[in-house]
């Protein structure tokens, strides 16, 4: 899988040299949240511009899900899904912050969930987001996750077990 993790990573630095954005990406081993099984491929902002950047992170982070969705399907083509590996792409500390947030949001709307013991949904997460909203409350006990509608309407509902 090593191997492939470095294909990925030169993939996205290919990429961003298309894009005019020449920057390194590094492999990160150590910059893993809440036991988040994936590897990270961090983007090194040194030498870009608050534009650049800006322009990778996209609105809501779209731009960085849709490079992150593209470096996945790289690493993964001719893989059995048993055997899929995934990769998180950060960019000047975005993710980290985001997963923070989210990691808040979803302790919130659980503790809402336990006190009302009405079920809550939750809007506008991309899919990468819901994932981490699920991977956070799978961990607790009294608390069951699933996503309903579909793109872009998709939502994740909370609610007791």
């Known amino acids: 899988m090593a191997y492939k ?8 630095e290919q990429l961003l040299q298309f894009m005019d954005i020449p920057a390194d990406v590094k492999v990160a081993q150590n910059h893993r949240i809440e036991d988040d099984p994936s590897d990270w491929l961090t983007i090194d902002e040194t030498n870009l511009t608050p534009e650049q ?19 996945n399907s790289i690493l993964n083509i001719g893989v059995n899904e ?9 960019l000047n500390g975005y993710r980290v912050r985001r997963q923070a947030e989210l990691k808040i949001l979803a302790d919130t709307v659980a503790q809402k969930v336990r006190m ?6 939750i809007h506008s ?8 909203v699920h991977y956070f409350l799978s961990r607790v006990n009294d608390i069951y996750t699933e996503s309903f509608g579909h793109e872009p309407d998709r939502r994740l509902i909370v609610r007791l077990r």
Do not use: F, M, P
């Open 53 to 71: 950047v800006d322009i990778l992170i996209g609105t809501r982070g779209d731009s960085l899900d849709a490079i992150q969705y593209l470096a």
């Open 82 to 90: 048993d055997d899929h590996h995934s990769l998180t792409v950060e």
């Open 116 to 121: 009302t013991g009405v079920s809550e949904e």
């Open 125 to 132: 997460l991309s899919s990468a987001e819901r994932r981490q």
């Open 5 to 12: 993790i470095e294909q990925s990573r030169q993939w996205l």
